[in-house]
């Protein structure tokens, strides 16, 4: 399984951007898939994930950003609204078989990152 991540880009603070994330395969009911992010010299944090019927957010990105998806373009979407510069860091996508967990350790699959600067 192979995931491509793109839309990464340089914004100002309080723009957008849109995060695209394309599976080499469908997107399985049964199939998580999630949103990290790492910026530097810190470790990879959780942003959001989903998975069934469940999303889930970290607390610093609820109410700014949303995760969705398009199963007919096996494609996981992550709109970041309201950015701040706290939000720069490489984002990830990230897929595992089970439930949308937080834990980038329990995903098996994922992508190669796109980057995410935020000028103030």
Do not use: H
């Amino acid at each position: 399984v192979q995931l491509q991540a793109s839309g990464g880009g340089l914004v100002q603070a309080g723009g957008s951007l849109r995060l695209s994330c394309v599976l080499s395969r469908r997107i399985y009911s049964s199939t998580a898939m999630g949103w990290f992010r790492q910026a530097p010299g810190k470790g990879r944090e959780f942003v959001a994930a989903m998975g069934g019927n469940r999303i889930n957010y970290a607390d610093s990105v609820k109410d700014r950003f949303a995760i969705s998806k398009d199963a007919a373009k096996n494609t996981v979407y992550l709109q970041m609204n309201s950015l701040k510069p706290e939000d720069t860091a490489i984002y990830y996508c990230a897929a595992r078989v089970g439930s949308p967990l937080a834990a980038a350790s329990d995903y098996d699959y994922w992508g190669q990152g796109t980057l995410v600067t935020v000028s103030s």
